[in-house]
């Protein structure tokens, strides 16, 4: 007999049975969570150990379901079906009736199968509710206590590309244990730390875009605000003696996730790495944008402004930090009155658009598109002068942009601009946003139409499209010559004058010697000339010699 049947053969042995392997069950569980989710160094030893576990769980539920079922079902169930006796299933007494008979019968598979499902669900339901245990997790720490590197970079990117609210604070929690942990690989901390900056990153923008929404919570909001007063503190305090290959990490995971307290830091970090190309340097720098932090605009206007020759990355990280540094300044102070906005902050917003608006004019193709990009922040009304020479100036109309990448040590994690725009289109998008109130660009796109002439097609669309996002009507037909304005006719001198000049016949005949002109009557006054003459030719209507 087997031990099964063995413990079934009785009721007394089954109740034994049952309650001792369900205390095994109870006990065995928390120490299992405990090992698999802070001790296990592999995830094959994980898998035999659940696979036990579930057998356990397994014989417990079928124990306890023949128990039940053996107290449930008629007809002698367990002696029957479990242990495969033939008895009587029904008294000689209850033989007559065939319902009875019938039920006494039946083997109730289905449900002493849903007995079990029912017992291993409870079982489940417990043990992860008790233990808070989820098979992801324990895969995932106990794939970063392994020693194999590869599948820990990469468990690690992936942790960094979560954004449901159901993942990202788990996400949070291991990748801050990873980077904090020194037994880890440089490498594998490099990659928490890049992890941990774009959560922050999803996080801030999302906090963003529900405040340019009006809305006041949400559950990033209160992430970040969380992930911030945990994380902020341990990574200042880190910065100071972190090790090289991880200090720009840090920089860009305290820009991520928005903390003012660290901006003196980013402004020390480019002071104390002056090289441009170096990783500190242009962290520092990318920090500042990614932070949004207003109080850097006059430190970034006079980086912008120190007439140092960059490199084409190092120029365009520059300019994106300007870009988001102005959007940050419009937005604070939208609603401000011009007198009430602080003068430094005033004039290093106009340093900035005056800087970009000469290199959108005289730069080189790439950088005029990329300054095209920053000056659509900019949106104040004493730009479009700066717009208007940028559009008009040499070249201009044959510039076909780009995207500009905006790389630091942490791969590229911003672009500028989009994939085959016409540099005017980005200047045509910025003089929209500058002319809101102002008539005086609708009346240079409206003149630009009608008068001129060697506009291509393209730029008539250009203009027309600008015409139609300040809702104005669009200029249709041929442009008509621009009218130049000519200086008034001398005036005729009278008959007086004109017989002072020439007294006698004989002096009239040396000046007009030919006899067969004809001469105006003394009182005679040439035909004024039409305005539209006048208008169009400086020599028409002015009088005879």
């Given at each position: ?28 569980t ?98 992860q ?28 990117s ?32 490099r ?29 990033q ?7 911030r007063?945990s ?17 720009a ?99 290093a ?53 780009g ?35 102002d ?16 506009d ?18 669009k ?41 067969g ?6 009182d ?6 039409s305005?539209?003459a ?12």
């Amino acid at each position: 007999m087997s031990l099964f049947r063995w413990l079934a053969s009785t009721r007394l042995r089954l109740l034994i049975a049952s309650l001792v392997t369900a205390g095994v069950v109870a006990a065995v569980t928390g120490p299992m969570a405990q090992f698999l989710r802070y001790e296990s160094r592999s995830v094959v030893t994980n898998m035999l150990i659940l696979l036990g576990y579930a057998f356990l769980v397994l014989g417990a539920a079928t124990l306890l379901a023949i128990l039940v079922g053996d107290l449930w079902f008629p007809g002698r169930w367990r002696e029957r079906v479990i242990l495969g006796r033939r008895v009587a299933p029904i008294d000689a007494s209850e033989a007559d009736d065939p319902i009875k008979a019938l039920r006494a019968q039946k083997s109730y598979f289905l449900q002493f199968s849903a007995l079990v499902a029912v017992f291993v669900g409870l079982a489940v339901f417990a043990f992860q509710k008790g233990t808070g245990f989820s098979l992801e997790e324990s895969y995932q720490r106990t794939t970063l206590r392994s020693d194999s590197v590869e599948p820990k970079l990469e468990l690690v990117s992936e942790l960094g590309e979560q954004r449901r609210d159901d993942r990202v604070p788990q996400a949070l929690e291991i990748l801050d244990s990873v980077w904090r942990d020194e037994t880890q690989p440089l490498e594998v901390r490099r990659a928490a730390l890049t992890a941990l900056g774009q959560v922050g990153d999803y996080l801030s923008d999302a906090v963003d875009r529900w405040r340019e929404q009006g809305r006041r919570t949400s559950w990033q909001g209160e992430t970040l605000t969380g992930l911030r007063a945990s994380l902020a503190p341990a990574l200042r305090k880190f910065h100071e003696t972190a090790p090289p290959s991880l200090r720009a990490y840090v920089t860009y995971v305290l820009g991520a996730i928005h903390d003012d307290e660290s901006r003196a830091l980013f402004l020390n970090d480019l002071k104390a790495f002056p090289d441009e190309s170096s990783d500190e340097h242009r962290t520092a720098l990318l920090a500042l944008g990614v932070a949004r932090q207003l109080e850097a605009l006059p430190d970034v206007a006079a980086l912008a402004n120190d007439g140092k020759e960059r490199d084409d990355d190092t120029f365009a990280l520059l300019a994106w930090v300007a870009r988001e540094l102005m959007f940050t300044f419009q937005r604070y102070y939208q609603k401000t009155d011009e007198d009430d906005i602080p003068e430094e902050m005033r004039a290093a917003a106009e340093r900035l658009w005056r800087y970009y608006g000469e290199v959108a004019a005289t730069g080189a193709a790439e950088r005029r598109c990329t300054a095209a990009v920053v000056l659509t922040q900019a949106r104040d009304v004493r730009l479009r002068e700066v717009l208007f020479r940028a559009f008009d100036a040499p070249g201009a109309g044959e510039i076909i942009c780009g995207y500009a990448r905006v790389t630091a040590v942490t791969g590229t994690v911003r672009t500028l601009g989009e994939d085959g725009q016409e540099l005017r289109q980005r200047l045509i998008d910025a003089l929209a946003l500058v002319s809101l109130g102002d008539d005086v660009v609708t009346r240079w796109a409206r003149d630009r139409l009608m008068h001129v002439s060697d506009d291509s097609e393209n730029v008539r669309y250009l203009l027309n499209d600008l015409l139609a996002k300040l809702g104005q009507p669009k200029v249709t037909g041929t442009p008509v010559p621009r009218e130049t304005p000519k200086p008034e006719p001398e005036p005729e001198p009278d008959a007086g004058a004109a017989a002072e000049v020439a007294p006698d016949a004989g002096a009239a005949a040396e000046v007009a010697p030919d006899a067969g002109a004809e001469e105006p009557a003394p009182d005679a006054v040439p035909d004024a000339p039409s305005a539209k003459a006048t208008q169009n030719s400086p020599t028409d209507g002015a009088p005879a010699p």
